[in-house]
């Protein structure tokens, strides 16, 4: 499994950005597919969650509202939208993968930057 994340950049407060995580190497049947960030000096948290087949969706309290987790299976792309992004919203942002009937994800893109200025 190959994951690519984009979209990263730097933005005011109150801006919105789109990130995007290409997936290939496999189908995703079964799979649920996440987005991570991890600030500076701060471990890695989850941001939202999608599962492949139906769609549905989980969030962090902290971007429950404002973030929105999508994607579209004929691409084999996942979207994070970030609106109203917040200064607290700093962090490298990383997609990741979770297979069938596992706990834990097993397989992660190399991160995206996203810096929100006040």
């Known amino acids: 499994v190959q994951l690519q994340a984009s979209g990263g950049g730097m933005v005011q407060s109150g801006d919105s950005l789109r990130l995007s995580c290409a997936a290939s190497g496999r189908t995703f049947t079964n799979y649920v597919m996440g987005w991570f960030r991890q600030a500076p000096g701060k471990e890695r948290e989850f941001v939202a969650s999608i599962t492949w087949n139906v769609g549905t969706s989980s969030y962090a309290d902290s971007v429950q509202g404002r973030f929105t987790i999508s994607r579209v299976r004929v691409e084999n792309t996942v979207y994070l939208q970030m609106n109203s992004l917040e200064p607290e919203d700093t962090a490298v942002y990383y997609c990741?993968?979770?297979?069938?009937?596992?706990?834990?994800?097993?397989?992660w893109g190399q991160g995206t930057q996203v810096t929100v200025s006040s």
């Open positions: 990741a993968a979770r297979p069938p009937m596992s706990r834990s994800y097993s397989s």
